[in-house]
């Protein structure tokens, strides 16, 4: 029986244990932390189809210098004489125009096609109830340039395949009549979907640990040993791990870990923060983005998860309490009756999404070490993306045929 150890018990490690355990594998996960503190728990639960333009794109370095200037914006980047970042922002730049937002349309598409059709699947299976609801996120928009941008994105997602509509506030209303709108309209995204993150990562932690699959907490990586082109074992500060493959998903610490190894891979930590409010009266059924405010609004477990922003910096432990009230102060300006309350720093959660410069994963494996399969890199996709990284890296390791062309996210790019 072949040994995998997968590096990083978020949802892309999770995922891919889960499917190589289907296939019979011997799996054993390593995690600096515990499973709790994944990038993968306090995020908006959004499974998204509807986000075929990478984050990469011409729009977003206009639109990053502007919101430099604004403490409560919703995109950052803390100057710093920091070398990975220059090296981040320069890529950025190169890859930020039309040709590669076009090129990157269908796989990113084909990739999160798959991902809802294994959650679907999943949500099928005894044990595995995560409150998967495929009503759709409705983009709310109160400007009529937001509005141009969202028609043309429905159009391009139409021509896609994708089912995407363009509704006025009056047919807003109607999805929703509980809920007070101050909006010109919306584009609904009937091909998205959303899930309670917290409830899917402790069903698949469980299922893996009941099936054979080992968890180590506490186990940060110290040193790889490689040699003649393999990865030999993992040292961590308890122990040494030896495998036959080896699975690096360990979302924004990935390229720390990888330096032990002699490669590069290029990602920044986008810090996003999110909160929760009870929400008795159910006004809200179907999630939301604003899309001049960038924050998103999902119903999930008797409560409203209000979550935005995106702090390109080290990682680091400083809650940006004024972005957290761009959040706050945003919500009622789309919905009147909805405003929650400025959270203590205790109550919110923050998490670290690894984004890479071209705004695209990396799944695959790496010239240098060949049994070494990397998945990261998704950015504020993580959980969308994450059954169907984990799947296709489940067929990388049995030489199978791909259910998907993956070359476009090569980690070697």
Same mark, same amino acid.
């Given at each position: 029986?072949?040994?995998?150890?997968?590096?990083?018990?978020?949802?892309?490690?999770?995922?891919?244990?889960? !499917?190589?355990?289907?296939?019979?594998?011997?799996?054993?996960?390593?995690?600096?932390?515990?499973?709790?503190?994944?990038?993968?728990?306090?995020?908006?639960?959004?499974?998204?189809?509807?986000?075929?333009?990478?984050?990469?794109?011409?729009?977003?370095?206009?639109?990053?210098?502007?919101?430099?200037?604004?403490?409560?914006?919703?995109?950052?980047?803390?100057?710093?004489?920091?070398?990975?970042?220059?090296?981040?922002?320069?890529?950025?730049?190169?890859?930020?125009?039309?040709?590669?937002?076009?090129?990157?349309?269908?796989?990113?598409?084909?990739?999160?096609?798959?991902?809802?059709?294994? !959650?679907?699947?999943?949500?099928?299976?005894?044990?595995?109830?995560?409150?998967?609801?495929?009503?759709?996120? /409705?983009?709310?928009?109160?400007?009529?340039?937001?509005?141009?941008?969202?028609?043309?994105?429905?159009?391009?997602?139409? $021509?896609?395949?994708?089912?995407?509509?363009?509704?006025?506030?009056?047919?807003?209303?109607?999805?929703?009549?509980?809920?007070?709108?101050?909006?010109?309209?919306?584009?609904?995204?009937?091909?998205?979907?959303?899930?309670?993150?917290?409830? #899917?990562?402790?069903?698949?932690?469980? !299922?893996?640990?009941?099936?054979?699959? $080992?968890?180590?907490?506490?186990?940060?990586?110290?040193?790889?040993?490689?040699?003649?082109?393999?990865?030999?074992?993992?040292?961590?500060?308890?122990?040494?791990?030896?495998?036959?493959?080896?699975?690096?998903?360990?979302?924004?610490?990935?390229?720390?870990?990888?330096?032990?190894?002699?490669?590069?891979?290029?990602?920044?930590?986008?810090?996003?923060?999110?909160?929760?409010?009870?929400?008795?009266?159910?006004?809200?059924?179907?999630?939301?983005?604003?899309?001049?405010?960038?924050?998103?609004?999902?119903?999930?477990?008797?409560?409203?998860?209000?979550?935005?922003?995106?702090?390109?910096?080290?990682?680091?432990?400083?809650?940006?309490?004024?972005?957290?009230?761009?959040?706050? $102060?945003?919500?009622?300006?789309?919905?009147?009756?909805?405003?929650?309350?400025?959270?203590?720093?205790?109550?919110?959660?923050?998490?670290?999404?690894?984004?890479?410069?071209?705004? /695209?994963?990396?799944?695959?494996?790496?010239?240098?070490?060949?049994? #070494?399969?990397?998945?990261?890199?998704?950015?504020?996709?993580?959980?969308? /993306?994450?059954?169907?990284?984990?799947?296709?890296?489940?067929?990388?390791?049995?030489?199978?045929?791909? $259910?998907?062309?993956?070359?476009?996210?090569?980690?070697?790019?």
């Amino acid at each position: 029986m072949s040994k995998v150890l997968i590096i990083g018990a978020g949802i892309m490690g999770l995922s891919t244990a889960y !499917y190589l355990q289907k296939k019979g594998y011997q799996v054993t996960i390593i995690d600096k932390g515990e499973i709790r503190d994944s990038c993968s728990l306090g995020n908006a639960g959004m499974i998204v189809p509807s986000h075929f333009v990478p984050l990469a794109s011409p729009g977003m370095i206009t639109r990053g210098i502007r919101w430099m200037f604004d403490r409560k914006s919703p995109f950052y980047v803390r100057p710093s004489l920091n070398m990975d970042l220059l090296k981040w922002g320069t890529k950025f730049v190169r890859y930020a125009n039309k040709k590669h937002v076009s090129a990157a349309a269908i796989p990113l598409r084909d990739l999160s096609l798959l991902s809802k059709k294994l !959650y679907q699947d999943l949500a099928r299976e005894e044990d595995f109830k995560f409150e998967l609801s495929n009503h759709g996120i /409705l983009a709310y928009y109160k400007t009529e340039k937001a509005a141009e941008e969202e028609a043309h994105l429905a159009a391009k997602g139409n $021509e896609l395949g994708l089912d995407m509509a363009v509704l006025d506030a009056d047919a807003c209303r109607k999805l929703q009549p509980k809920l007070n709108l101050d909006v010109l309209g919306a584009v609904h995204y009937r091909c998205d979907a959303h899930l309670y993150p917290a409830k #899917l990562i402790s069903a698949l932690s469980s !299922y893996l640990e009941n099936n054979g699959v $080992e968890i180590r907490r506490g186990e940060e990586v110290q040193h790889i040993v490689k040699q003649e082109g393999k990865i030999v074992c993992v040292h961590t500060e308890n122990g040494v791990f030896e495998a036959d493959h080896y699975v690096l998903a360990a979302g924004s610490w990935s390229p720390a870990i990888a330096k032990t190894a002699g490669l590069s891979i290029s990602i920044m930590p986008g810090k996003g923060y999110s909160f929760m409010e009870p929400e008795k009266e159910e006004r809200m059924t179907i999630p939301a983005l604003l899309c001049e405010a960038r924050v998103a609004i999902t119903p999930m477990n008797g409560s409203l998860r209000f979550g935005g922003t995106m702090e390109l910096d080290k990682i680091n432990n400083r809650i940006d309490m004024q972005r957290v009230k761009g959040i706050v $102060e945003s919500v009622p300006k789309y919905f009147p009756d909805l405003k929650p309350a400025l959270p203590s720093a205790e109550q919110v959660w923050f998490g670290f999404r690894p984004s890479s410069p071209d705004g /695209l994963p990396y799944i695959g494996r790496t010239k240098q070490l060949t049994n #070494l399969i990397v998945a990261t890199g998704h950015g504020m996709m993580g959980l969308s /993306l994450g059954p169907a990284t984990g799947f296709l890296v489940s067929q990388l390791i049995g030489e199978e045929s791909l $259910e998907m062309d993956v070359s476009m996210f090569s980690p070697d790019r």
